[in-house]
């Protein structure tokens, strides 16, 4: 993985600016700490950092290459897991390869099908290409929205980034939030309505969508949606299908010339792509790495509930016995933890899901340790239907999102003079009721198939977006590059049209993956009830956060008393009441840990409310 940044402008001389282009830069240093390249010219500026995964020696960037009169520069961020089959395509068509890097033959798509090049890609990516002849750059981002892309149409052009902390490096862009950025925040957050930045003047091509910018500006399209087609396969060819898809995009995410290992959480989604990873590995005499997060005293703390009603570390050393890895266990302290707040707020360069990012942020840079690239099990059950809302069917008829129904609570945070500004309920609902009438709907189906449709899409849409931000920011932090198999598009397509009554399989949460998925199991896994992602049930954090938004409050200065009221905030630090946030895995603790990050990410950034 990478990171890019740059500039184009039709009325400056972009060489006269280099060094804020190398201050752009240089915040990308964590996701490209190997190699960095430039391409400067009066009116583009591409700039890249490398982390050397494939063709090590031969994949620097900026990479040129010039066709009949257009010459084209590329700087790109991502993982293409059909790599091959696109080279053939191109030599077959006259093109010659000087390397084997994913980053040659994006070059060579574009050169040869322009736009239309991203209907080949299978992969995660987000890449810029500049044609020196026609003054044209072209951005495009992976349909799943895996890897980020950022940018903001300034006086003097078009500047892009893959994070924001590198936009804000640029003299023109300013650290500023105005009003639509504190609904975000507080009535969003750590959600964000697809295409938006946060700050002012901040904005992120959506997943799916490619962009020109030329002369006259900007222009958006949208390449890839899901579409609704009738379901016409029996329930043992599905298996026979998910079996083959989920198999062949694990594989094929193998490809690495770097140390590679898999996150281990004793979870169906997890244990599915390292036992595939594993009957890879087997056959080539390589040994599996795999890795674990526990917390201290978790054992002692640990108490079941509806969503967690056991722990994973049992069900780790019943699958590292399985798969016979060398296993790598991570074991966060409280104070560890808490510290990791604030360096979660430097990667997501915005307040974000508290504890649940910053115990990733660590695993992460304990899992760069031994590996450089790892596979997760992110956005299974967003395409599987693993979710409590899914099966939950007074939630998942009841109009908004099911995992932040909390508008009224997360209102009345806000001081008089803000919420009388908004009208929070239509903010959200807005932004819902457009997710779901976007939705494909295929001819005559019932009710409850068209809403799980709707489910679908909300969480492709919001919540795994959510998740996967997370993913890439925690990782890249630590230069570790994160692969998400089950976000290849294939599978989503496929399972889009499949019945809700096959994924929930004999009543059974995510019943069809397991089926497809059973030789590759023990049973005990198989078939163990979904667990969310791991947190702490320590007292001591929720303490440790508490006394740090104290703190927070007592200090007149803080920045988050401009539009927060305090007295809400002292309710919230010694309740003991358990109001969801985000999810079921954002309560009480981190909805006071969110707090805590939000106050830290208006200091760092010295965010100015306009």
């Known amino acids: 993985m990478c990171g890019i940044c740059g500039q184009i402008s039709f009325c400056r001389n972009l060489n006269d600016y280099t060094d804020y282009f190398y201050n752009m830069q240089n915040k990308l240093i964590s996701r490209g700490p190997d190699q960095h390249g430039e391409y400067f010219s009066p009116d583009a500026v591409l700039m890249h950092r490398r982390l050397a995964v494939i063709d090590i020696d031969r994949g620097k960037q900026p990479m040129t290459y010039a066709v009949g009169n257009e010459v084209f520069t590329v700087c790109y961020n991502g993982e ?27 070059l060579k798509a574009y050169c040869e099908y322009k736009e239309k090049c991203v209907d080949l890609l299978n992969g995660i990516f987000a890449f ?33 980034a893959s994070e924001i902390k590198a936009l804000l490096e640029h003299p023109e862009i300013k650290a500023e939030a105005d009003i639509n950025s504190l609904c975000e925040i507080m009535l969003l957050g750590p959600g964000r309505t697809p295409g938006c930045g946060v700050f002012r003047g901040i904005k992120e091509l959506k997943p799916a969508h490619y962009a020109h910018f030329e002369r006259d500006g900007i222009k958006i399209k949208k390449y890839w949606d899901l579409t609704a087609q009738k379901h016409t396969d029996d329930f043992d060819t599905t298996v026979e299908k998910v079996r083959f898809l989920v198999t062949d995009s694990i594989k094929r995410q193998l490809v690495s010339d770097v140390p590679l290992g898999t996150f281990l959480s004793g979870g169906l989604d997890s244990s599915i792509i390292s036992s595939v990873t594993k009957s890879v590995y087997e056959e080539n005499g390589k040994t599996l790495h795999t890795f674990s997060v526990d917390y201290e005293d978790n054992d002692r703390y640990f108490t079941k509930s509806k969503f967690q009603p056991n722990s994973d570390s049992s069900f780790i050393g019943l699958m590292k016995n399985y798969l016979g890895s060398e296993h790598h266990r991570l074991v966060i302290n409280t104070d560890d933890l808490v510290k990791a707040l604030f360096f979660a707020v430097d990667a997501r360069d915005l307040p974000g899901m508290a504890d649940v990012d910053s115990s990733m942020l660590l695993l992460c840079k304990f899992i760069r340790e031994s590996v450089t690239v790892a596979l997760s099990g992110e956005c299974a059950d967003e395409i599987f239907g693993g979710y409590p809302w899914y099966r939950d069917k007074t939630v998942r008829m009841t109009d908004g999102f099911p995992w932040a129904q909390s508008t009224a609570y997360r209102l009345s945070f806000l001081k008089d003079e803000f919420s009388k500004q908004i009208d929070a309920d239509e903010f959200v609902y807005s932004r819902y009721r457009k997710t779901v009438e976007t939705t494909p709907k295929g001819d005559g189906i019932d009710e409850e198939e068209s809403r799980m449709g709707e489910m679908m899409k909300l969480n492709i849409d919001w919540f795994m977006q959510t998740l996967l931000d997370r993913k890439d920011r925690m990782s890249m932090y630590s230069s570790l590059e994160v692969r998400v198999p ?7 397509e496929y399972l889009f049209n499949v019945p809700w009554k096959m994924k929930d399989h004999n009543n059974y949460e995510k019943g069809l993956l397991r089926c497809a998925m059973k030789d590759y199991l023990p049973d005990e896994i198989l078939w163990r009830k979904k667990s969310p992602y791991p947190k702490t049930h320590n007292p001591a954090y929720r303490n440790a956060v508490s006394a740090l938004l104290d703190d927070i409050i007592a200090d007149d200065s803080s920045p988050l008393l401009q539009f927060i009221k305090k007295e ?11 109001q969801p946030w985000y999810g079921q895995l954002m309560t009480t603790p981190q909805t006071i840990a969110y707090f805590v990050q939000l106050n830290y990410w208006l200091e760092k950034f010295n965010v100015r409310l306009i």
């Open 568 to 578: 809400e905030l002292r309710k919230l630090s010694k309740t003991d009441k358990a």
């Open 486 to 492: 089950f976000c290849d598009h294939r599978i989503v």
């Open 128 to 160: 810029g290409v500049w044609e020196h002849s026609s003054k044209r750059l072209f951005l495009a981002r992976d349909r799943m929205g895996v890897k980020p892309l950022f940018y903001s149409e300034v006086g003097s052009g078009l500047v892009f």
């Open 80 to 106: 293409l897991y059909n790599t091959l089959e696109i080279r053939n395509k191109l030599e077959s068509r006259g093109y010659n390869f000087f390397s084997h890097s994913d980053t040659e033959v994006v």
